[in-house]
């Protein structure tokens, strides 16, 4: 059976590259997915497979059934876009100014319809069924997973694999971890409200830039001097603002960061030491603040039982030229709270553009996939869902 598949998937590659190429001509941003979400679902209608649309906002589920009962797999990719401008020069650059698919999420969409493709015309040799989770906004929290899973995306569902084209890896490469593989990813502003006034006058006010700056390195403290080094986290303040008057004392200061972790005491941690330094530097200089931190995607935490199997899938691939456990991503992902509600894992496809020494980092101006990936992608989680039954 999985000769079967294979030869079938390799057969549709062509019309894998063109549906990737045009999603890639044709982004569009979380939570506004309107016309890739039909794109999708006119792709599942013309072939007759059960549909739903809509589902938790712009998400879509198709759904194919095996001949013979047997378990549900489910399999994920999501399609939103970023806000990025395309810098590449290549045929199938965006169309859209400043949106583009700077992440690999086309090549995801293109890989599960291909691949829910060719399990449709074997179903009649398969048992089982098998759902296909088209997400929408995974860029943006509180991403789309959340509202497909209370929308009956998983009901009946009793594993889901899911993966990720990683531009950073060669071609050919499978990267697994057992636990947890992507980190919590939380966002956090801090307004400083202090005095302002004349630039010769220091005495007179309250300088907010200055209250702000030594934030910015008090705060750097939680992770070198409060956390226990065996434990990973991140505190990062992406941006800094109080624009100003050459001559003028800024009243007001706006931060902007992130905090990344595994581990959820960890994650509580930092957010009450960043109060009580916030607090404490303020009160030290009598300026006052507003905190807000927003939890974003809890850690992605891979399952003991589905990563080993999906190893040994990896292995049926003879595109598959390494098999390697991952690190641990600073990254986050949405797909975490499918793996809250049902077993299953999520790996990383290598997709490094050939001729690329590095290739450029997700979300970058000039991103780009070698497409050969999405069959190796298609081919490892085709393997995963037909072998849950059985079906070598």
Request: aromatic share 8%; proline share 4%.
């Amino acid at each position: 059976m999985l000769n079967k598949l294979f030869a079938a998937l390799e057969g549709s590659y062509e019309e894998m590259v063109a549906l990737r190429r045009y999603m890639h001509q044709h982004p569009e941003l979380s939570f506004k997915e309107y016309n890739t979400a039909k794109f999708i679902q006119s792709f599942y209608e013309k072939l007759q497979i059960e549909v739903r649309v809509n589902v938790g906002g712009n998400g879509v589920v198709a759904r194919v059934y095996g001949k013979k009962p047997g378990k549900t797999v489910a399999l994920r990719a999501d399609f939103d876009a970023l806000p990025i401008q395309d810098e590449k020069e290549v045929p199938y650059k965006s169309l859209v100014p400043g949106v583009m698919h700077a992440c690999g999420h086309d090549g995801h969409t293109a890989t599960l319809l291909v691949l829910a493709k060719t399990i449709n015309d074997l179903k009649e040799d398969l048992e089982g069924t098998y759902v296909f989770i088209h997400q929408h906004a995974e860029e943006y929290a509180p991403g789309g997973a959340i509202s497909m899973i209370e929308d009956g995306c998983l009901d009946g569902v009793d594993v889901i694999f899911g993966t990720h084209l990683w531009a950073s890896e060669p071609t050919g490469t499978i990267q697994y971890r057992t636990g947890p593989i992507m980190a919590a990813a939380d966002r956090f502003e801090i307004d400083i409200q202090g005095k302002g006034g004349h630039g010769a006058q220091p005495h007179k006010t309250v300088d907010a830039i200055v209250i702000a700056s030594q934030l910015v390195l008090n705060l750097q403290q939680i992770v070198s001097r409060r956390i226990n080094p065996i434990d990973s986290a991140v505190v990062t303040i992406g941006s800094f603002t109080a624009q100003n008057a050459f001559n003028v004392i800024a009243d007001k200061a706006h931060l902007i960061g992130t905090v990344r972790t595994f581990n959820d005491s960890v994650r509580q941690f930092i957010e009450d030491e960043m109060e009580r330094i916030i607090a404490g530097t303020c009160s030290m200089s009598g300026s006052s603040y507003e905190f807000r931190f927003d939890r974003g995607y809890p850690a992605v935490v891979n399952h003991e039982k589905e990563t080993a199997f999906l190893t040994s899938c990896a292995q049926k691939v003879a595109e598959v030229t390494t098999i390697e456990e991952s690190e641990p991503q600073m990254g986050g992902e949405d797909f975490a709270y499918y793996l809250q509600n049902v077993p299953g894992t999520f790996f990383f496809t290598g997709a490094k553009p050939v001729g690329s020494e590095t290739g450029y980092p997700h979300h970058h101006p000039k991103f780009d996939i070698d497409e050969k990936a999405m069959l190796i992608a298609a081919k490892t989680l085709g393997v995963a869902a037909l072998s849950i039954h059985g079906n070598d």
